[in-house]
């Protein structure tokens, strides 16, 4: 079991670029979460899947982000048009009985 | 809207002396989780109670949730300078999604 793995670790872009960050869940779990967490503050739920199926969007979640999960497996949440406010930890978790959720490292997006 | 509030929102001890950390709501919960963060990390899960006045114990930590499954409570015995860290309670509140409280900083010194 490897567990729910991110990449990158770390990005760091420049106002107004898309940036693109991707999820591999633990291998079996059929639910998959993002979160995004601001310094001093908990994870905020951003959107999660069912398999493939996108079952629900925070309204944190602005017409400039998007997520996929394709085939069920791996997902991916792009920005785009990128702002300074959009600088947080974006996390993912996968699950497979709910409500436990395991979390990955995250990826630190810092918006110059 | 569920809300979860974490207190202390920070708390500084001594190795070797205990402590305990709430999670309060006035929603009921399906479950709670309690998870530690440290910095530049996720969040790792350290346990899941759902039923009113269960207590699990995970070596030094015991973790208690209410009997109406409004509130949970963290107790460390014997605080280790490893036990620093952010602590996050997490509400189940549908089968499918969790809510966090903002977490307590929890820093032993050696």
């Known amino acids: 079991d490897t567990g729910v793995s991110q990449d990158p670790r770390h990005k760091i872009t420049k106002r107004g670029q898309n940036v693109t960050f991707r999820c591999d869940p633990i291998?079996?779990?059929?639910?998959l979460y993002w979160y995004r967490q601001t310094l001093g503050q908990g994870p905020e739920f951003l959107t999660y899947f069912q398999n493939e199926a996108q079952l629900e969007k925070s309204r944190l979640l602005s017409d400039r982000f998007s997520a996929e999960r394709p085939k069920g497996s791996f997902s991916t949440l792009e920005i785009q048009r990128t702002e300074q406010g959009d600088s947080a930890m974006y996390l993912c978790?996968?699950?497979?009985?709910?409500?436990?959720?395991?979390f990955g490292p995250g990826t630190r997006l810092t918006v110059l | 809207t569920q809300l979860l509030e974490q207190s202390p929102q920070f708390l500084s001890i001594q190795e070797g002396e205990n402590l305990t950390v709430y999670c309060n709501s006035s929603?009921?919960?399906?479950?709670l989780q309690w998870y530690r963060q440290e910095p530049g990390e996720g969040p790792v899960l350290l346990v899941t109670?759902?039923?009113?006045?269960e207590v699990k114990k995970l070596k030094r930590l015991t973790f208690q949730f209410g009997d109406a499954r409004k509130d949970s409570s963290l107790h460390i015995t014997a605080a280790q300078p490893g036990d620093t860290g952010l602590y996050l309670c997490?509400?189940?509140?549908?089968?499918?999604?969790?809510?966090f409280g903002k977490g307590t900083r929890l820093h032993i010194l050696p």
């Open positions: 929603s009921v919960f399906s479950s």
């Open positions: 109670v759902v039923t009113g006045g």
């Open positions: 997490a509400g189940g509140w549908r089968d499918d999604k969790i809510i």
């Open positions: 291998s079996e779990h059929n639910r």
């Open positions: 978790a996968s699950s497979f009985v709910v409500p436990t959720q395991y």
